[in-house]
């Protein structure tokens, strides 16, 4: 059964810091991986989404990679803003079909 | 576009009721979902709706079922709940049910049972 795990559970970090989220994951025989955002109170917001087939995808401050054979995707924030303060999930799917398994979040605190 | 609509936003039963959760999503996406999110567990597929007129199991689909009551609706019923089934539910779609697609998440229920 696939697991994914994301380190650390929670980050606080100084308005302007670049920082990096990390996810892994126990069966390398994914579809895609998916960052999401989870503001309080609400639902998730998908950030990203990486095929199996590709390294890495960018949307604006926002880069995810991907290394498949080490069970491991990043995601990097360029200087950090107190409006990216939320929780922040990754999902692989296992299948080409649309069944997601989903990290616990790593909760992060941008401080102006 | 409202996306993916839930209601109600809160709720508090006692153990035993029954209720259902709607969901609607205005994208005329194909495929449905049903999680539930758990503080430690992250969130955990119950049902899904591959497309209009089928339904399925995920991860912890006892004590609830499902009905894809169209393509725009997707409803979650509790037949009898207690208090193991307190937690915040989320009702997401995605345009196809193969291939890439991101999925789109509404703002969630806040259920408890007392």
């Known amino acids: 059964k696939q697991e994914v795990t994301q380190i650390p559970a929670a980050l606080s970090v100084p308005e302007g810091e670049n920082l990096v989220l990390n996810c892994s994951f126990t069966?390398?025989?994914?579809?895609?991986l998916q960052w999401f955002r989870q503001d309080p109170g609400k639902g998730l917001t998908s950030l990203l989404l990486i095929q199996s087939s590709q390294r890495e995808q960018t949307s604006g401050r926002l880069n995810a990679s991907l290394d498949k054979s080490s069970g491991r995707s990043t995601l990097y924030i360029a200087a950090s803003q107190p409006g990216d303060s939320a929780t922040y999930l990754c999902a692989v799917q296992d299948s080409g079909y649309s069944t997601l398994t989903f990290g616990k979040g790593t909760m992060l605190l941008v401080s102006p | 576009n409202a996306g993916v609509t839930q209601t109600p936003k809160f709720q508090v039963l006692k153990t035993g009721q029954s209720m259902t959760l709607q969901c609607a999503q205005d994208?005329?996406?194909?495929?449905m979902y049903w999680y539930r999110q758990d503080p430690g567990m992250g969130l955990r597929l119950i049902y899904y709706s591959a497309s209009e007129g089928t339904t399925d199991k995920g991860e912890v689909p006892n004590g609830y079922n499902v009905s894809r009551l169209n393509k725009r609706e997707f409803s979650l019923r509790l037949e009898s709940a207690a208090p193991s089934q307190t937690s915040v539910y989320f009702c997401a779609s995605s345009e196809k049910w193969a291939g890439n697609q991101p999925q789109h998440f509404g703002d969630g229920t806040r259920l408890s049972i007392l």
């Open positions: 994208m005329n996406h194909n495929s």
């Open positions: 069966d390398s025989a994914i579809y895609n």
